[in-house]
């Protein structure tokens, strides 16, 4: 007679009440639910990144609309594709790290950059706008991969702020108040320079703050965690 499986993962939900408790990927495995969304939400992401070359290649080939940004126009414009490289990248760094160490983070994570991703998509398609007047190009020859490969820069994909958003999310999902204060920095310095490089419209950048946070609540609510 087979001895049934004993199930000694603690609900993800439970994490909540005892932030001194840390949910392992050892322990999250073992739950149904989680290896679940966990396969789902990977599968989901990875189909809808490469879509994003075609996706990514219409919305630069078509007519948008050119704001009157009375913000950005005070803002002398300047190559600051380096810092915003490093900045971006150190702060994933340090995102990766923490989803090994906690998977609650790992899997709202993956679930509200996949809704991020969507999100952006939506309003990319129904607001059409053309790049800010002085754009310098953004060159992050790692992202420029889901656009088409590492020579292609998109210049089209406005509304709402892709970098803004990315960093606030990060923001939102770490634990530690060392991390909380690390991210929310870069979020800041982020939807700075891009606005200096004169890549997004102000718009662009305060939606994604807005968006950003409905986006993680969804998340969170998908997920359980």
Not at 15 to 36: G, P, Y
Not at 81 to 86: E, R
């Amino acid at each position: 007679m087979q001895t049934p499986e004993v199930n000694t993962y603690v609900p993800i939900a439970e994490v909540k009440k005892n932030e001194m408790q840390i949910l392992t990927w050892d322990e999250a495995w073992r739950n149904k639910s989680f290896r679940i969304k966990t396969i789902v939400g990977g599968m989901l992401l990875v189909m809808l990144l490469a879509l994003f070359p075609l996706f990514f290649s219409y919305v630069e080939k078509r007519q948008g609309i050119q704001l009157n940004d009375f913000i950005l126009q005070q803002i002398p414009v300047a190559d600051v594709s380096m810092i915003t490289f490093i900045i971006i990248w150190s702060v994933s760094i340090l995102l990766l790290i923490r989803c090994v160490q906690r998977a609650d983070i790992f899997l709202v994570m993956l679930w509200s950059f996949l809704f991020l991703c969507l999100a952006r998509v939506l309003t990319i398609t129904l607001v059409p706008l053309s790049p800010p007047e002085g754009l310098i190009v953004l060159k992050d020859p790692l992202t420029s991969i889901f656009y088409g490969g590492a020579d292609k820069f998109i210049t089209k994909d406005l509304f709402f702020s892709g970098h803004t958003s990315i960093q606030f999310l990060i923001f939102l999902s770490v634990k530690k108040k060392i991390d909380k204060i690390i991210t929310l920095t870069a979020t800041i310095a982020v939807a700075c320079l891009v606005l200096i490089q004169h890549v997004h419209y102000t718009i662009d950048v305060l939606a994604a703050f807005i968006f950003t946070y409905i986006i993680y609540r969804m998340g969170k609510l998908v997920t359980g965690c």
